[in-house]
């Protein structure tokens, strides 16, 4: 499973955690701009482990957060419906590329 574990953007580097802890709060995915971290659950609320298609998909919403954020765009990031769509297209997009 490709696990990246931070990224840069505008000179900040993002940190990207995979645990178990968010679980607990509902969430599949967290961004926090304050510390710059990316957590991505690695199971659901049922202590069933998360594919790596999941995570993935979760790891590019996070991201789009993320772009949202450094971007200045706040209302666009909390349109989760559209957050949940470019983060789709753009897993598809990276998976797919050759
Ligand atoms: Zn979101």
New binding site residues.
Partial sequence: MYTPESFEIFGQTITVKYSNCIRKLGAV?LYEHDSKVITVATHDIDDKPHDEDFMSATLY??II?VLLSYTGQYELNMN?QM??LMGQCLYQVLKTMK
């Fill in positions: 995915g919403h996070e957060h989760e957050v949940e």
